[in-house]
């Protein structure tokens, strides 16, 4: 029985409550909101994280976070934004479609985020680096080269972030100059033909400006391996840069001026075929490698696939002629069929071209002036710009049934202007300002399909799609925190957004010629060269904040609050011929939460816990079904309303100076509560990448070597539970429950100049699903699995 709202609101207060008073009675429970820390003999070093936009201490922040320092994130051996997924409770962080290229974030926070790159489509889970916001997920998965560290905020924080961070958010602070001259070598080699190289200077200019560069390439060869080519899909190959100048003009004003460039030349994403579909039994029925029908789980029967009825209409089983016969040793006219399923994570039978290859590029410069002792001005100004080509053989065959070619680009401009101060004797703690936003971003998605057969609107559907968007976004906001008393306080904040997106499209047939453009009542109409009116919609929302923690003792915090955000709404980004164009709604949240933050014994036990009831609404999501014409569509349609509740729980601790343990556990319920009847998807479905239990854990040892350095030891797991990785929970896009082992041995001298460090990940090589695409409206499911079992020896060297 699905429990009231109010019954489960209990809930998460018994379970905040009993948290709190097991810290209180028992000293045990620990929250760990960052993944390292030195030897000490007073406990762990305070963590001073930016999640409310000013610098605080983790323990004092009344806000669900993680935090991984850049010393932490060497040790675990993580080179980029997916390597901190397994170390963060409720987070499920991979590379987004593959269609979108390896290095797309798809991100999700308890259960909150977007799979898709494509605009409109907007990410639910914010991604900063150094507080400038990046749109698009496409080359959002940063690498980590010698950065101060990243936070994970979880939550909506749609006041002091604004839109499109409904789950929460994940920044990336980079490491400032320090106006001392000094410097960092590391070399790295591993297996998969791993070579890495990363430099950075710090260096004066003169007594009030100080420089910092940084250059990194990373190279690794892929772990999919194409059989017809050798072709190798998910290998590395980056260059990065990064430079940064801060001017003190005076005491009280500074300057940062910061640009960073990534050239990245890859191979496409590393996908394999995970199942058919047999369009010739009367209903979906999917086939493993061997030809044998998959059954479902829960009920053991025949696994029907959403939407099947499409493979009748549109599938054509005929042969296909196979033009790769005499490489792979087959005749001409083999068909599409399971013996193009390798049933080997890595390997694929795709001969397609297969591309993931990126340019990006930004500026910024923040303006800090702080006018009295009282009263601070911040300017945030950026530009970043994106060109990237990509390309995948979608159905991993030698047949040309789904081949993608994408040429994306994307600009953006960002202002943001801040004045913060303290207010009634040091009692009023606020922040205003406003933001404004402007994105320009066009994608010549360039989808092959089968030759004749579809046909929509006397065209055949050899169509290629060039979408153009352009978006405006204003904001202002409004956030304070009022000390009631010494131990208690309250905060509430507003932020007001107005959103405008204005959205092109134009068809070409390459055989024909002809240019199709998408009206706004979603006619098709041919013209010679002209373009029809764009789509346009505006969208405002008001993201309030409200919240109270108590400061029970020194080292125990309670507090309580309440947000809302919301996701930007839009078109589908995927129309074919003859289908509508009615733009879908934004998404909502409306987030309660409780928690408590401790620390006992000096610092070398620390304990943090939240739980949290989430009211899901207008859930954006892609569908596949027939139009009443009986034309494929792709809509991204709001399918309905859920409901999440669960908790994080991470704890860490330092029995002795020389002993760290670190654990995270995070718990996820969710439920639709209400679905559109045309969304295909049933009550018992759970959202996509969303697994119900998370938890990870580390144990760390150091031992002294004579009088010059330290060996640090250190091992850990990671296990996630049952995934689906689409929303119509099919069988073949489900990821069991499934652990992951890492672990490390690191010496270092004591001055800290030399560190030789050998790290090993997914030690036991474990096979596991990290995203897929359900095409079984073209008869089948590909599949993209997890790095495998790696290792690596580093040495740098600190000047």
């Given amino acids: 029985m699905t429990k009231s709202i109010w019954e489960k609101r209990g809930l998460y207060s018994t379970l905040a409550l009993m948290a709190s008073l097991t810290c209180l009675e028992q000293n045990t429970i620990a929250f760990a909101a960052e993944e390292d820390g030195k030897t000490a003999n007073v406990g762990f070093e305070e963590i001073v994280v930016t999640a409310r936009k000013r610098e605080e201490t983790l323990q004092n922040v009344p806000v669900s976070v993680t935090a991984f320092s850049g010393e932490g994130l060497e040790k675990r051996g993580i080179t980029n934004l997916q390597g901190i997924n397994n170390f963060t409770p409720n987070l499920e962080l991979s590379n987004g479609r593959p269609d979108g290229g390896g290095s797309a974030a798809q991100a999700y926070i308890r259960g909150i985020g977007q799979s898709d790159f494509l605009f409109p489509n907007d990410p639910g889970v914010g991604l900063y680096i150094d507080d400038v916001y990046l749109a698009r997920s496409v080359g959002g998965m940063l690498s980590l080269v010698d950065v101060e560290r990243v936070e994970v905020l979880r939550g909506p924080q749609g006041t002091l972030y604004g839109k499109n961070t409904i789950g929460g958010a994940i920044k990336v602070v980079t490491k400032k100059p320090t106006g001392e001259l000094g410097g960092k070598v590391k070399v790295t080699v591993g297996n998969y033909d791993q070579i890495d190289g990363a430099f950075s200077l710090d260096f004066p200019l003169t007594d009030n400006i100080a420089g910092r560069v940084q250059a990194a390439t990373l190279n690794k060869d892929g772990y999919v391996t194409r059989i017809a080519d050798g072709v190798d899909l998910g290998n590395v190959n980056k260059d990065l840069f990064r430079a940064d100048f801060v001017i003190e003009a005076s005491d009280d004003f500074s300057i940062h001026f910061a640009g960073d460039i990534q050239r990245q030349r890859q191979n496409g994403a590393p996908g394999t075929l995970l199942a058919i579909v047999d369009s010739t039994a009367g209903a979906a029925i999917l086939l493993d490698g061997a030809g044998n029908t998959v059954l479902n789980p829960v009920t053991n029967q025949p696994s029907v696939v959403p939407g099947s009825g499409l493979i009748e209409a549109f599938y054509n089983p005929v042969v296909i002629p196979n033009l790769w016969g005499p490489v792979l040793g087959l005749p001409a006219g083999s068909a599409f069929d399971g013996r193009w399923i390798t049933g080997n994570s890595s390997q694929s039978n795709g001969t397609a071209p297969a591309v993931d290859n990126n340019d990006i590029w930004g500026l910024s410069m923040i303006l800090d002036w702080t006018l009295s002792e009282t009263l601070s001005v911040k300017s945030i100004s950026a530009y970043r710009k994106i060109k990237a080509t990509f390309s995948r053989d979608g159905d991993h065959s030698p047949f040309p049934i789904v081949e993608t070619f994408n040429k994306f680009k994307q600009s953006q401009i960002s202002q943001e202007i801040q004045l913060s101060g303290v ?312 990821q069991e429950g499934y652990w992951l082992f890492d672990a490390g041995i690191t010496y270092e001298t004591l001055d800290g100049d030399w560190r030789v460090a050998l790290v090993g990940t997914n030690l036991a090589d474990k096979k596991y699903l990290s995203n897929g695409v359900d095409v079984s409206a073209f008869g089948y499911f590909e599949g993209y699995f997890g790095r495998p079992r790696e290792y690596f020896l580093s040495v740098t060297r600190n000047f």
């Fill in 423 to 734: 207010s009634f004797d040091g009692k009023l703690n606020w922040l205003a300002g406003i933001y404004g936003f402007h994105e320009s971003a066009s994608d010549n998605n360039n989808v092959k399909l089968i030759s004749g057969t579809f046909d929509i609107a006397g065209f055949e559907l050899d169509l290629v799609p060039l979408s153009s968007i352009k978006v405006d976004s204003l904001a202002g906001f409004l956030h304070g925190t009022y000390d009631v008393t010494e131990k208690l306080s309250v905060t509430a904040g507003l932020r007001y957004t107005y959103d405008k997106k204005k959205l092109s499209r134009t068809f070409t047939n390459p055989q024909s010629g002809y240019i199709i453009t998408m009206r706004e009542e979603g006619v098709a109409e041919s013209v010679d060269g002209r373009f029809g009116p764009p789509l346009e919609e505006s969208w405002s929302e008001f993201s309030p904040k409200f919240g109270v923690d108590y400061q029970a003792t020194e080292d125990l915090m309670l507090y309580a609050l309440y947000s809302r955000g919301f996701k930007s709404g839009g078109w589908s980004p995927r129309p074919q011929v003859g289908t509508e164009n009615d733009p879908y709604e934004p998404e909502t949240l409306n987030s309660f939460e409780v928690g408590t933050k401790s620390k006992w014994h000096d610092g070398r036990l620390i304990a943090n816990f939240s739980a949290f009831f989430n009211q899901y609404r207008n859930i954006q999501i892609t569908t596949v079904r027939s139009d009443p014409g009986g034309l494929l569509i792709l809509p991204v349609e709001n399918a309905g309303e859920a409901e999440l509740y669960g908790f994080e729980l991470e704890v860490k601790a330092m029995p002795t100076p020389e002993l760290q343990i670190h654990m995270g556990l995070g718990y996820l319920h969710n439920e639709y509560t209400d679905l559109d009847e045309t969304s295909g998807l049933l009550k018992s479905n759970k959202l996509a990448d969303a697994p119900e239990w998370t938890f990870n854990g580390s144990v760390q040892y150091a031992i002294p070597v004579g009088d010059n350095g330290e060996i640090s030891l250190r091992g850990g797991g990671a296990y996630k539970s049952k995934t689906y990785k689409d929303p119509f929970n099919t069988v073949p896009l489900t």
